[in-house]
């Protein structure tokens, strides 16, 4: 079973696969990862290489080699035991396979390594979901006036950096359950904390990568903070969670909150604004923004 379960998984996402590898970024990282293994193995390219190895072989690899590849192969798999989606599955592979290649083409000639790193910096940005949603997306001067407009609309915001592979390996899940979620009394949002610093300031969410905070979620209800995953620590450092589909739908309460929204949106403005469904102790912000309505 253990060999049984990810064959299966692989073959049903056998579909998905095909359309990332017709993408230039994963075509052009699934060759800089095999790199290595190309210009070792392949003649003649590999005839002028130097080596190690006892028996002057040049197209095979030498014990140094082996050695970095199979630390390669366990830290893949390490890193892979925590990963959700196909895609951090994949960029895991992407992002160790072509650290072991720079170090390997650097051990070779430094020349070929400082090509190989310039390779890699040109093509290491992955391309942004692109596929259907239905988010709002939020301005620093946006976010205050759209949260209080109506205090019985519930918000989900997400608050993200393009330039974090978190952010975007969430970004589909995100997307697929706002198609599953909104409704009229429930909204779901996103703000750039990357590029709206105050923002992040405002609410508490740290850019740093040290305390892996992005992607963060904060559920609003009333116009008020009610919860936030992940939580922060008294260092504030974010608490390991898993940015699950599963995860999200049960910590956020998400089919409670959508029936809830449901009878809001249908009873119309008769219906008192609701209560919070759960009071979480987290890292709120300690005063809110003034809004405008």
Known sequence: MAVLAPLIALIYSIPRLSRWLARPYYLLSALLSAAFLLVRKLPPVCYNLPTQREDGNPCDFDWREVEILMFLSAIVMMKNRRSITVEQHIGNIFMFSKVANAILFFRLDIRMGLLYLTLCIVTCKPPLYMGPEYIKYFSDKTIDEELARDKRVTWIVEFFANWSNDCQSFAPIYADLSLKYNCTGLNFGK????????????????????????????????????????????????????????????????????????????????????????????????QESKKDK
């Open 191 to 286: 703000v750039d904390v990357g590029r709206y610093t105050d923002v992040s300031t405002r609410y508490k969410v740290s850019t740093s990568p040290l305390t892996k905070q992005l992607p963060t979620l904060i559920l609003f209800q009333g116009g008020k903070e009610v919860m936030r995953r992940p939580q922060i620590d008294k260092k504030g450092r974010a608490v390991s969670w898993t940015f699950s589909e599963e995860n999200v739908i049960r910590e956020f309460n998400l089919n409670e909150l959508y029936h809830r929204a449901k009878k809001v949106s249908k009873a119309g403005d008769n219906i008192p604004e609701e209560e919070p469904i759960a009071q979480m102790p987290t890292a709120a912000p300690d």
